[in-house]
């Protein structure tokens, strides 16, 4: 599919030589292997879990197992795709069994190997390789492929789609998206269920323009009722996918390459990358051209036997009491099934269908569903709450008492207590209206009626993705493994969607009973370092590591460097060592390499220091000249109160900051960036105090100063506020009668959080004192990259109190004397390398032969 | 994946190995191609397209480890290896690139 050369690509979870074919001493060339032989034809999801299954019964003693696979890849996380083409997950981290887990186990995989046909009679499979394998038992598990509607001019020859033309189910599908999507503008996806919208996700994530084209007459129809739908829709289109409804597409404009579509109402859309997801279809012709039984799927009974009674069937390939299944949570249910009947664990094993309930995200939107998504009866009760303002829409359907289904679109929080009540049948609460929303005003579970992870039963489904129940991860803490991530790299919950991640976390909380050993990796202060920040700056301070490489040598394993470790690492010593700390320009990012933020197009901007906001003329002169000189394409006033000159090359740089005179703003670092102050006493009617000065004071105190994340302050006369310090890192209002409060932890950024009063102290003196102890006591204890907006609840307002106002710790003193330090090693970078480069070419372009700037000149 | 497949390539001199700091990258013009060299702190040379194949990201920018480069703009990572970018992006084509006399040698 996707018309793709396959063997271009790298195997994914193959072995560094490619090995697919592989033999072991069991093998029966040898004559001597008494075991049965269990063929599977199929190495997706469902194929490789039987084995499993099979294999964690005591199966390989029984059977020597043979895995037929056409893709040439290990078996990998099918329903990951669409996060790999969002470019959020990495495929090599999607390889749930690679090539080796294959060889380690004793199981031969046939990997790029078709099978033909079955010869039922003799018992022999026909690959297309020409081969012969003789079997004991047979799973067919051949899933599905993409449903291709009909439209002239989709094929270039007999099996080949016209370039640019891609259906999305395998991981060669995905790929040659993604290089697609680097090359081109617009995509036109064909379908608006739950996979077209989540390509239409990530495409238009990779910049393209998206437009999705729905043959229903609402996206998502098969999970969604009309007016979900509909609210559905407004959510997707308001993150820019044009969304066309009960429409088809009936012709691709090519002809050397897709150039657009037409609509089945004569519109032209153009594209240049058509993506098909209108559904799935099951891939049977094994079996047709077997002689077994097939309508939809393969036809199963409940012991997923085939008319053919060494046959089996499972996945998406198989039909069992009429229903073919397109989610991965049945797959689970039925290889379980199947590997207690293969092995004999419980031979009357049985599989009676599966309820799919299913918990997704769409396209950023939180989707889940069970059961009917209306009232199929004149008594069933049915509950709406539908919020479009908001993009939430909920509803639940109960007949006598019993749940028998849900929606929720855009707020799931109910939905662990929802699943549970339709799979078990649970009584409902008698105000129906609490099965969608708390009216404990958000007390959560605590109005009792909820059952916590404590009352969850041990075989409910806690992972659909990955089939995990609340046992398995119980009995996985019980087998001594006690961190999160532990157990989810074990148990594989939570690495599927990523929906059910907290609940997971719940669960190992309680399991383990207040043993929970945090994850380590969680706590280290950078990924490539195994400490924690307490512990790596002791390590630094006790070997006087005093540059990044000397850190990396002396405490990561092996010595190795790790590149995106070694920003904070810089951040880290400056702190530590002040102006003893061996300056290292590879281990900078790039803007503090340069003293400015990089642009999109590689250009830098200039944010000289204004402090509290306060100009003069001469200074405004000064900067027009510039900007005028070096041809600035933008010049700005900050949300930051002070001018942003952007879109400037890099060898301009030095003399820029050389015309201007003026020091750097460090708009760029993770660092002290600004105090904004309002007018306050000089000039306000209503100013309590002159926020003005001590703004300017401030700023002029810790001007530079490096910490975990940017720090941004602001003062203001009086309670009106002005300018914003109620959500600021720190922020300062006078209340009269010389009396300033301090707020700390305060954001208005991706966050909004108001602040957290500190202290009222008398004096501006007394607010500088208190602001260096908070700063430093959050320089040297807050996590890389953790604003004060999570640093100061996470450690909790009492105890920052009682560090900085009772000096509880006895360290005030030592917090006193670290920031001055920081204060003493201050120098201004503008001046400094501007005259003297750090490194040679410091300031030389990176892409010499683009025409900069690129970004638009007004 | 097309990683160093050229089946013919000219060697260039594009400039003296001092040009590219310990750690560093620097862009350069190799027989109109422009490149990203870098040179590691266990003094092994590397070199890629300049742009990054993600969003044109200048790549010389980047910060390096002995695995992988890491665009400035997006931090999508790229292994020396093999081009391969470990965020899901296109590959990077990389170049041969050695020392001779002090001299900094593109093949291209
Ligand atoms: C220039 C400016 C926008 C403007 O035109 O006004 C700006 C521009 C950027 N902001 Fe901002 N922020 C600017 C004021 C703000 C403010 C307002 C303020 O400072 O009072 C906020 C809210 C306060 C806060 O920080 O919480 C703000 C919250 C952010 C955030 C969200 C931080 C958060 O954790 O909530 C980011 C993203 C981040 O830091 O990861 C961000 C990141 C950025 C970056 C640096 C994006 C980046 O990483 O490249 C932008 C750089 C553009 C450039 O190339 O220069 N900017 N940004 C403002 C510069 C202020 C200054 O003079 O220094
Ligand atoms: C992009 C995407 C996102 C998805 N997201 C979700 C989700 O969020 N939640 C969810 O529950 N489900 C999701 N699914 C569905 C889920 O992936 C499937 O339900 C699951 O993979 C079914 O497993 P299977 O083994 O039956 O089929 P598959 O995983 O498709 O495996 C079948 C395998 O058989 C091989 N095969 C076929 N014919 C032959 C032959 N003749 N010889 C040898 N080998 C053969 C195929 O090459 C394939 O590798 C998603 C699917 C896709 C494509
Ligand atoms: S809000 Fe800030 S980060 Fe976002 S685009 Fe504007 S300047 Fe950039
Ligand atoms: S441009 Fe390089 S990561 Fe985006």
């Given at each position: 599919m996707g018309g793709l050369g396959r063997v271009m690509n790298p195997v994914l979870g193959g072995r560094p030589e490619g090995v697919s074919t592989l033999h072991f001493a069991m093998d029966d060339a040898d004559g001597v292997d008494t075991r049965q032989r269990l063929v599977v034809v199929g190495n997706g999801m469902a194929g490789a879990r039987v084995v499993e299954e099979v294999l964690e019964r005591g199966g390989g003693d029984q059977f020597a197992i043979t895995v037929f696979g056409?893709?040439?890849?290990?078996?990998?996380?099918?329903?990951m795709l669409s996060h790999v083409l969002a470019g959020?997950?990495?495929?090599?981290?999607?390889?749930?069994?690679s090539h080796d887990w294959y060889a380690d186990n004793g199981v031969q995989l046939r990997a790029g190997v078709r099978v033909r046909r079955i010869d039922t009679h003799a018992k022999v499979v026909h690959a297309a390789d020409g081969t012969a394998t003789s079997y004991d038992q047979l799973v067919l598990a051949t899933g599905s492929r993409s449903f291709i509607p009909p439209m002239t001019g989709?094929?270039?020859?007999?099996?080949?789609?016209?370039?640019?033309v891609f259906g999305f189910r395998t991981i060669d599908d995905t790929r040659a998206m993604l290089a697609a999507a680097a090359e081109h503008e617009k995509a036109v996806v064909v379908g608006g269920g739950l996979l077209g919208l989540e390509a239409a996700r990530a495409l238009q994530g990779h910049g393209l323009q998206v437009e999705v084209v729905h043959a229903?007459?609402?996206?998502m129809n098969q999970q969604l009722d009309p007016d979900g739908g509909a609210i559905l829709k407004q959510s997707v289109e308001s993150l820019g996918i044009v969304v066309h409804l009960?429409?088809?597409?009936t012709e691709v404009i090519g002809?050397?390459?897709?150039?657009g579509v037409v609509l089945a109402d004569g519109r032209a859309i153009d594209a240049d990358m058509l993506v098909i997801a209108a559904g799935i279809r099951p891939v049977t012709e094994v079996a047709l051209m077997s002689g077994i039984e097939v309508e939809r799927g393969v036809v199963v009974d409940d012991q997923l036997?085939?008319?053919?009674?060494?046959v089996y069937a499972v996945g998406e390939c198989a039909q069992h009491r009429g229903e073919v299944y397109g989610l991965v949570a049945p797959v689970w249910e039925q290889a379980r099934v199947l590997a207690d009947l293969l092995t004999g664990t419980d031979p009357d094993a049985e599989y009676h269908g599966s309820r799919t309930a299913t918990k997704l995200k769409v396209a950023g939107v939180d989707v889940a569903t069970m059961g009917?998504?209306?009232?199929?009866?004149?008594t069933d009760e049915f509950l709406v709450i539908s919020e479009p303002r908001r993009g939430v829409h909920l509803s639940v359907v109960v007949r006598d008492d019993r749940l028998i289904g849900a929606t929720l679109l855009g707020?799931?929080?109910k939905v662990a207590f929802l699943t549970q009540a339709f799979d078990r049948g649970t009584p409902l609460p008698e105000e129906r209206i609490t099965l969608l929303v708390?009216?404990?005003?958000?007390?959560?579970?605590?109005?009792?009626?909820e059952p916590g992870v404590a009352e969850l039963?041990?075989?409910?489904?806690?992972c659909n993705c990955n089939g995990v129940s609340k046992q398995d991860i119980c009995d996985t803490v019980a087998s001594g493994c006690t961190t999160v991530g532990g157990v989810m790299d074990r148990t594989?919950?939570?690495?599927?969607?990523?929906?059910?991640k907290g609940l997971v976390k719940q669960i190992v909380e309680w399991a383990a009973d207040g043993d929970v050993v945090e994850d380590p990796a969680e706590s280290w202060?950078?990924?490539?370092?195994?400490?924690?920040k307490p512990a790596l700056m002791a390590a630094i301070r006790e070997q006087g590591l005093l540059s990044v490489s000397a850190v990396f040598a002396a405490l990561a394993p092996g010595g190795a460097e790790d590149a995106k470790s070694k920003m904070g690492l810089t951040s880290l010593l400056r702190m530590i060592w002040g102006a003893d700390h061996v300056q290292e320009n590879?281990?900078?990012f790039i803007n503090d390499r340069v003293h400015g933020n990089i642009q999109r197009d590689g250009t830098f901007s200039v944010v000289p220091q204004i402090k509290g906001g306060v100009t003069t003329p001469a200074q405004l002169r000064r900067i027009a000249d510039v900007a005028e000189k070096y041809e600035v394409p933008m010049v700005k006033i900050t949300g930051g109160q002070r001018i942003d000159l952007l879109g400037v090359r890099k060898e301009d740089l030095p003399a820029m900051w050389d015309d201007l005179g003026m020091p750097s703003g460090?708009?760029?670092?993770?660092s002290f960036r600004t105090v904004k102050t309002c007018?306050?006493?000089?000039?306000?009617?209503?100013?309590?105090?002159d926020s003005t000065q001590l703004g300017i004071d401030l700023e002029t105190r810790f001007q530079g100063i490096e910490s975990p994340a940017k720090m941004k302050l602001a003062v203001v006369g009086?309670?009106?506020?002005c300018a914003e310090?109620?959500?600021?890192d720190v922020g300062v209002v006078a209340v009269g009668n010389g009396k300033w409060e301090v707020y700390v932890?305060?954001?208005?950024?991706a966050t909004i959080r108001k602040g957290d009063l500190l202290a009222t102290v008398d004096s501006p003196a007394a607010v500088i004192e208190l602001t260096g102890r908070f700063l430093q006591y959050y320089r040297e204890n807050?996590?890389?990259?953790?604003?004060t907006y999570d640093f100061v609840p996470r450690v909790g307002l009492e105890r920052i109190k009682h560090v900085l106002l009772e000096d509880g710790e006895g360290i005030l003193a030592d917090l006193d004397e670290g920031m001055q330090r920081s204060i003493d090693a201050y120098t201004d970078p503008w001046g400094q390398d501007g005259r003297q480069?750090?490194?040679?070419?410091?300031?030389?372009?990176?892409?010499?032969?683009?025409?900069?700037?690129k970004v638009p000149v007004r | 994946m097309s990683v160093v497949d050229q089946s013919t390539t000219t060697a260039h001199?594009?400039?003296?190995?001092?040009?590219?700091?310990?750690?560093e990258g620097r862009a350069f013009v190799a027989g109109g191609v422009q490149v990203a060299v870098f040179r590691l702190r266990d003094g092994s040379l590397h070199a890629t397209q300049?742009?990054?194949?993600?969003?044109?990201?200048?790549?010389?920018d980047g910060q390096t480890d002995a695995d992988v480069l890491v665009c400035p703009l997006h931090l999508f990572a790229y292994r020396w290896?093999?081009?391969?970018s470990t965020s899901g992006a296109a590959p990077v084509r990389l170049f041969a690139v050695h020392e001779e006399d002090g001299q900094l040698v593109v093949d291209v």
């Open positions: 056409e893709e040439p890849h290990g078996n990998y996380n099918r329903i959020e997950e990495h495929e090599d981290d999607i390889v749930l069994n989709l094929y270039r020859s007999d099996d080949e789609f016209l370039p640019g229903g007459t609402h996206l009960a429409t088809r597409t002809p050397d390459r897709v150039r036997r085939t008319d053919d009674p060494d009917v998504n209306r009232p199929e009866r004149d707020d799931t929080r708390d009216l404990s005003d958000g007390a959560g579970s605590s109005d009792g009626r039963p041990g075989d409910s489904q806690v594989r919950a939570g690495k599927g969607c990523g929906s059910c202060y950078v990924p490539g370092i195994p400490l924690a590879d281990a900078k460090y708009a760029y670092g993770k007018v306050g006493t000089d000039f306000c009617r209503f100013g309590l105090g009086c309670p009106r506020n310090a109620y959500v600021k932890g305060g954001a208005a950024g807050a996590n890389w990259l953790e604003r480069p750090a490194t040679p070419g410091q300031f030389r372009t990176a892409l010499p032969l683009v025409d900069l700037p | 001199v594009v400039g003296r190995v001092d040009d590219v700091p310990l750690g300049a742009a990054c194949p993600h969003a044109g990201g200048p790549l010389a290896r093999d081009g391969a």
